[in-house]
């Protein structure tokens, strides 16, 4: 009876180890399938964000694309008006408003170095139209600063080249360069010393440029009379060269036609060597205008600045349409 008591004491006991050990099992078990919720919950959020951004992408490269056409398309629109341009540009050239190797009465008019000036500056002007059908149309786009960029230091380089090509003819013919006849008719009434002054290209850009800053509006008004305190300068310097050589020609002393020349030969080659100066005055010119254009870039923002060279651009564009207009127009006769 004692055997068989403490048998089935035994067993009680395994009895109750297993109830309480599959009780601990059965409150064990509700904690797994709520850490497994947790974990699909972060998994859940981590997927929706990644399909967040998948989707900004998506859009983002919608809108590119989107810009991208519109650009193609205002190319597409702009090659059809710089055709009309580049016919407008032939016509003018048929009627003489572009200089086209026959230049001035001077005797050296028919130089080698005027007549491959005539054609590169003819080149630069049509390849200015095409720059500027570029920018304007880029501007209409909306196109990134960095793209815009590209064509604004463009546009600057492309001014480089031709204060480059004025110097090497400045140094074959300065009176050429100075009187103006590689630039149409209306072109001229705003020549001063082989150009334009920078101080009234900052005038007629300035308001295409708003709205500036306040600390803009006070480097550009600076510009300004920094230029005009230049072209001052220089605009003295060549009065002071004309009454030089007026004073040296004058104070020659009268002779006959056939012995005045060689009496007064040393008289003469002093007077064309203060000439020589004019070179001088109109490197210095270029190098103001170019410098005009440098600090505008510096101070304008990409944009600004795509606009101040657009309009420079269809300001002279505008002049030698006017040209064009002028050479054909009605005359009285007489």
Known sequence: MIGIYESNSNNSNWNANTTNLDNALENASPEAPGSSKSYENEENKGGEKVQRRLAQNREAARKSRLRKKAYIQQLESSK????????????ARQQGVYISGQVGESAGAASSGIAAFEIEHTHWVEEQIKRATELRAA???????????????????????????????????????????????????????????????????????????????DDVNNLQQSCILEEDALSEGMDKLLRVVSQTLTSLPLGDSSSGVLSHSEEMVNAMCKLESLVSFVTQADDLRQKTIQQMHKILTVRQAARGLLSLADFFQRLRALSSLWAARPRDPT
């Open 139 to 217: 501007l209409q786009a909306r196109v990134s600063d960095i793209e815009l960029r590209m064509l604004v230091e463009g546009m600057i380089s492309h001014y480089d080249s031709l204060f480059q090509i004025k110097s090497i003819i400045a140094k074959s013919d300065v009176f050429y360069l100075m009187s103006g006849k590689w630039k149409t008719q209306a072109e001229r009434f705003f020549l001063w010393i082989g150009g334009a002054r920078p101080s009234e290209i900052l005038k007629i850009l300035t308001p295409q440029l708003e709205p500036l800053t306040e600390k803009q509006a």
């Open 80 to 91: 059809i008006k710089l055709a009309q341009m580049e016919q407008e540009v032939q016509h």
